[in-house]
């Protein structure tokens, strides 16, 4: 059995992210642990760690790999007062805290593609995805905020059909970081970018969030409930959705994907 290796990382209040951490060695996806957890009463700001998923989940159904002693996977549990609507906003707000912890290992180098892949040198390092849980009335119960982000992954480690999209802080830096540093630095800038946003709403850290942004200014196109739009992006709103300029106007695009011109999505 390994050891766990993020027991030195403070605890902190009951409340604060990584007031609880349930390390794992393997499961499926620390999101079913998490969803378990939660539903048995974990407080806000649980985490659960694994060192490896078996079937690590991305958006969109997809998947995401999950090779041991690497890199970091993990769910915090949030129990936000907001409406449905407005869970998809967090996994911005998490995204502006990864964009700062990863600033701390790969300076100058990260940048956010909306809605919440984080960049290094153009390709994947991390994702996030932010899965809500309703009550018996359909109310918001908790939300389930996946992160996974590739800290010392190497270039052979990465699976052949995701080679020229994925990355990692060690192969955009040719330098291998501490995932314990790395962790306890997001579970800081998470909580505070958390607080932030129950207090003044998602407006208040858009601003931080545009800093970051891969697309502001750029071409391209925007898959958004079948349809396809192309053309240049404008930044976010204040309910984080990405805005287009397009022949026919702004669009604001909710979800769904979108493709950087002459770059891989
Ligand atoms: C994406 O970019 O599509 C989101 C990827 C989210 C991956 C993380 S890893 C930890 C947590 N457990 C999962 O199964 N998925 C998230």
């Keep these: 059995m390994a050891l766990n290796p993020y027991t030195s990382i403070e605890h ?5 992210v990584g007031c609880l951490i ?13 969803r378990a957890l ?42 936000p007062r907001i409406a449905l609507a407005e869970v998809a906003t967090l996994s911005l707000v998490a995204g502006v805290a990864v964009a700062e912890a990863i600033e701390t290992v790969a300076p100058g180098l990260v940048e956010l593609k909306w809605p919440n892949d984080v960049w290094l040198r153009g390709r994947k390092a991390g994702g996030i995805i932010a899965e809500a849980v309703t009550d018996q009335h359909s109310r918001l119960a908790c939300v389930l905020l996946g992160i996974g982000l590739n800290l010392n992954l190497s270039a052979e480690q990465i699976p052949a059909e995701l080679r020229d999209r994925a990355t990692s802080v060690f192969i955009a830096t040719g330098r291998r970081c501490d995932r314990v540093a790395v962790a306890n630095s997001l579970f800081l800038r998470l909580h505070s970018r ?3 946003t129950e207090t003044h709403g998602f407006g208040a850290v858009r601003e931080a969030w545009e800093r970051y942004s891969a697309l502001t200014g750029k071409r391209v196109t925007a898959v958004d409930a079948g349809a396809r739009l192309t053309g240049t992006v404008a930044g976010i709103d204040s309910d984080g959705a990405l805005l287009l300029d397009t022949a026919d106007g702004q669009r604001r695009i909710v979800a769904g994907d979108v493709t950087l011109e002459g770059a891989y999505d």
């Design 12 to 16: 902190g209040q009951p409340g604060r």
């Design 38 to 79: 939660a539903a048995d009463g974990a407080p806000q700001g649980t985490v659960v760690i694994a060192e490896r998923q078996s079937a690590g989940r991305g958006r969109m159904g997809r998947g995401w790999h999950s090779p041991p002693g690497v890199n970091l996977y993990m769910t915090v549990i949030l129990r």
């Design 22 to 34: 349930h390390y794992v060695e393997e499961t499926p996806s620390t999101q079913e642990v998490a």
């Design 194 to 196: 958390y607080m932030e």
